[in-house]
């Protein structure tokens, strides 16, 4: 007997390309769907990092469901100091090397933005959702999430160009028990 449900089996993939106003792809685009069905089922995901390496934050944009603990190792044989002031996070892990003994909680939905106190030009930005349904783009612009329920949802698309505090984009999408595929233009620009 096949072990998925109904539901499931009803369920769709949402495939969203996120370009900028030009028609290039955006790596690092940040795309999730909201629904209260979804909120009710996101869980904490396992595992989630985010390393220091060359002097770099990789990855630079991370996006995890509410509650999920992000570990920071550093990589890099310099000490780094790693915060945030944003209101989604505010934490500080004091100038170090090797991998701190507690992971950081990411327990409020927003957008932290991450430095290091030692070096300026580091940044990353952790995305906190409240949804399962959620995902990264790399080099080609694309996110793709599987096993979407039916429904009325929320689709948001966020990237690091977007400017600083503006939150992500908000547009509805109606997801029926096909697959979708939509070309999401986001013109930093002009903001959302
Ligand atoms: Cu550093």
Known sequence: ???????QALAAGVQIEVQDGGGKPLADAVVFLQSREA???VRPAQGAEIAQKAKVFDPAVLVVPVGTPVAFPNRD?????VYSF???????LKLY???????VLFDKTGIAVLGCNIHDAMTAWVVVVDTPYYGRSMAGGTVTMTDVPPGNYRLRVWHPSLPLGVPATDQA???GSADIRQVFA???????
């Open 1 to 7: 007997m096949p072990a998925w449900t109904l539901s």
């Open 39 to 41: 909120r009710a089922l």
């Open 77 to 81: 044989t310099v000490r780094h100091h």
């Open 86 to 92: 944003s209101p989604a996070k505010s934490f500080e």
């Open 97 to 103: 090397s090797g991998v701190p003994a507690n992971p």
């Open 173 to 175: 999408l109606q997801v």
């Open 186 to 192: 986001l013109d930093a620009a002009r903001g959302p």
